[in-house]
Structure formats: structure tokens, C-alpha cells
């Protein structure tokens, strides 16, 4: 079974500011990792997603995240925020071999002016 | 393309009543995958169909159900509603290792 904490609820940030939302995962198996973004009343929308190679995966709209194995960890990192990046953002893994998506409970990123 | 169409995008129902939501994925996609996603629990896996048959299933009650047909369509069916089924109901249908979701369901059990 798998399972995802992001260790944040809320992160409240000043537009153009970097920020890090985290996301820490455990597997028994291989996991495939995602980032989704939700706004208010809107589905889901991938970000990123690490399947094997690089470590460091580029997304859109200015993300990135870096797996890191040995920390069992998918932080999602953008060097300067606008306000129309606030939402709720999520972090969630899949088996290799399926494609069940098991979701942490999601970070409100909130941009200030 | 078209996106993930769910249908309809609003629902109130009362208590007791059963309800059909409606899911058509990306043409090509033959798999669809529901997700509930309420505040208290947030974003839970229902079930996945493949090719009509039912691949996957999480753990919900049997008042929850689903289909799909010939033409990859999906449909879930809840019944005997309770109040605890006030959610969002999200669709995805999945190729080449990503999910492309819908924009949901809001169902409101009075």
C-alpha cells in the first residue's frame, strides 16, 4: 500500500518569492510521483510527473520537483510565485504497475501582494 | 482534443435517493478511474474500469457502483444516498502513465 503526507496545510507567501511545498511518500513498491493543481471548482490539472531518470522534473507554468529515494520525498519548488498560482496543490503516487493515484491531503498556496 | 467530460456538473439530491453520474474520457482512452473528493477524507479512489470490466476498486461501500460501456463512456451509480456523499466526484481516464481529469460532479445530499 501506499501513502502520502504533505507537510503543510496552508503556505502563505509574498508574490515573486520563491516557495517549497513538500510531499513525503511511502511504498512497499516502485511508485510513479505527480503534482496536480485544483482551483476552486475545477478538476485536477498535472503539473509534473516523475516516471524514472532524472531526479529534477520540470512542469509547467514554472515547477519543478526533485524525487529524492533515499528521503522517500517529491518537493515541489518555484523560484518566484504570481497571484494566479494560488490553489490547492496536491501530491500523489501510483504504482508502476497500476494507475490507482494515491493523494496527500493537499497544500493551499496562498500568494500575497 | 476534447477533455474529460462529466455530466451533469451540479446535483442536489435528499436522503434515500440513488443517482447516476456520467463520464466520457479523451477519445482513445479506455481507461476511466472515479475519485470522491470531500474536505474530511480528501480526494479517495473509487474504482477503475478497463475495457468494460472493473480493473481496480477502493474501499467504498456497495452503494457505490460503476460501469462502462462500448465506447469507453463510464457511469457511477450511488444509492441509497447519505448525507456523508456530499462530494465532488472526479472522472480521469489514463494513458501513458497520466490521469487527465474532468472538471467534476458537486453532488449535495439534503
Known amino acids: 500500500a501506499q501513502s502520502v503526507t504533505q507537510l503543510d496545510s496552508q503556505v502563505p507567501v509574498f508574490e515573486e518569492a520563491p516557495v517549497e511545498l513538500r510531499c513525503n511518500y511511502s511504498s512497499s513498491v516502485s511508485v510513479y510521483l505527480f503534482w496536480y493543481v485544483q482551483y476552486p471548482n475545477q478538476g485536477l490539472q498535472l503539473l509534473l510527473k516523475y516516471l524514472s531518470g532524472s531526479t529534477l522534473v520540470k512542469g509547467i507554468n514554472g515547477f519543478e520537483a526533485e524525487f529524492n529515494k533515499s528521503q522517500t520525498s517529491f518537493h515541489l519548488r518555484k523560484p518566484s510565485v504570481h497571484i494566479s498560482d494560488t490553489a490547492e496543490y496536491f501530491c500523489a503516487v501510483s504504482p508502476t504497475y497500476g494507475n490507482k493515484l494515491v493523494f496527500g491531503a493537499g497544500t493551499i498556496l496562498r500568494v500575497k501582494s | ?110
Request: with cysteine.
Open chain 2, 1 to 110: 482534443k476534447a477533455g474529460v467530460t462529466q455530466t451533469p456538473r451540479y446535483l442536489i439530491k435528499t436522503r434515500g435517493q440513488q443517482v447516476t453520474l456520467s463520464c466520457s474520457p479523451i477519445s482513445g482512452h479506455r481507461s476511466v478511474s472515479w475519485y470522491q473528493q470531500t474536505p474530511g477524507q480528501g480526494l479517495q479512489f473509487l474504482f477503475e474500469y478497463f475495457s468494460e470490466t472493473q480493473r481496480n476498486k477502493g474501499n467504498f461501500p456497495g452503494r457505490f457502483s460503476g460501469r462502462q460501456f462500448s465506447n469507453s463512456r463510464s457511469e457511477m451509480n450511488v444509492s441509497t444516498l447519505e448525507l456523508g456523499d456530499s462530494a465532488l466526484y472526479l472522472c480521469a481516464s489514463f494513458i501513458d502513465n497520466e490521469q487527465f481529469f474532468g472538471p467534476g460532479t458537486r453532488l449535495t445530499v439534503l
